[in-house]
């Protein structure tokens, strides 16, 4: 489905996404996963059914699955073409002319059946570069595809992958690239041919059974001692950000971890929430900045600057968005040991920043308010 985004909250109501707006559609049984094809979204609700979502219409249509026993179907995804289908033990895949024939044939492709190397039940399937994965309660399973429409698919077990508990446990936005799991053995990456385990670090803060939180009242660090393992749930967005919440009591998540691939650092995010997704938020840009607003800057505080070492902050404003006024010197107000704050009230559509002297820079907070209309 394309330009098109449908999410399903924990009181079973779909909301679909288009452009700028959120909608809200159908009330639906539980969510499970969620096939694409062409024009078309599919969307299993576990051992209940599949339906297709109507773009026109913006409804949820029911279709049938051939030769597949609905109340045993888990869920659906998709690879070269193939719809496939899992139940607990079983892995099937459709017919190459039509997604919802599920009929065995030498003559569409379909097939299907048990896998040998499943070790436990079947938790979930995932696309990935090459195939997709099984992963199941206690390992997971590569199926590579092979472009032969009798075997379209070879599996094999994936060497060092621990298994999972819930489909929540896998990284979800993470396209046809490696995929991010919560095992029974840590957090893991994997990819159709190779499991490593990553961030160990990561895996002894989530796995020691001490969460530790702040107290925003008392300004204070707390550890509390805990009877069963944290609730772990994963994101990966933007082809960057991997986000693993936690908690303690479902359906909420009160904090997240999120490490940025491409600076390779951590972060931590304290806020209830229940699940992480990708959205291409609209641009509100222009209504606050260019043509219609101005910023006033207030002060910006500078690390690593050393007592005593020269170092001035310039202000570089323009009032067009594009013309750069004079760069006006800041005032020094505070002073540490390796912090300084310059403040100066100037007021553009933006602004830039000059710093000269001797410094080691790692980072510059800035603060500012909207100064009104041009």
């Known amino acids: 489905m394309a330009h098109q985004t449908l999410r399903v909250d924990l009181s079973s109501v779909i909301y679909p996404f288009t452009k700028d707006l959120w909608g809200r559609s159908i009330i639906v049984p539980q969510y499970d996963e969620n096939y694409q094809r062409g024009i078309y979204t599919y969307i299993y609700y576990a051992a209940t059914g599949c339906l297709r979502y109507d773009q026109t219409t913006k409804l949820m249509v029911p279709v049938t699955l051939i030769g597949l026993d ?64 099984v992963f199941c309660e206690k390992n997971v399973v590569s199926a590579k595809y092979t472009g032969n429409i009798r075997f379209p698919f070879i599996f094999k077990e994936l060497a060092n992958a621990g298994g999972i508990e819930t489909q929540d ?74 986000v693993i919440s936690y908690g303690t009591t479902l359906p909420t998540y009160t904090h997240a971890i999120v490490y940025d691939e491409a600076f390779k650092r951590w972060g931590k995010i304290k806020w209830p929430h229940r699940d992480v997704f990708q959205w291409n938020a609209p641009n509100l840009f222009g209504s606050i900045t260019y043509d219609h607003k101005m910023i006033t800057h207030q002060w910006s505080d500078v690390e690593n600057i050393k007592q005593g070492d020269p170092f001035a902050l310039y202000l570089v404003t323009s009032l067009d968005g594009k013309s750069l006024q004079t760069p006006i010197l800041a005032t020094r107000n505070r002073n540490g040991s390796l912090s300084q704050r310059w403040a100066k009230r100037i007021t553009g559509q933006n602004y830039s920043l000059l710093a000269i002297g001797a410094f080691n820079l790692t980072s510059i907070l800035t603060d500012f308010t909207l100064g009104g209309d041009r």
């Open 70 to 133: 609905p109340t045993q179907v888990l869920g659906i995804t998709s690879s070269f073409g193939y719809m496939i289908a899992w139940s607990a033990t079983t892995i099937a895949w459709s017919s190459t002319l039509n997604p919802l024939d599920f009929t065995p044939s030498l003559v569409t492709g379909a097939g299907g059946g048990n896998i040998n190397d499943i070790s436990g039940s079947i938790v979930m399937c995932v696309p990935i570069s090459g195939g997709f994965l």
């Open 169 to 242: 446990q896998i990284s979800t936005g993470s396209g046809t690239g490696d995929i991010y799991a919560w095992t029974s053995v840590g957090l893991q990456k994997l990819s159709l041919t190779l499991c490593e385990d990553v961030f160990p670090e990561a895996t002894d803060f989530l796995a020691k059974l001490i969460f530790e939180d702040f107290d925003e009242v008392t300004l204070s660090f707390t550890e509390t001692a805990l009877g069963s393992p944290l609730n772990i749930r994963l994101s990966f967005i933007a082809q960057r950000f991997l």
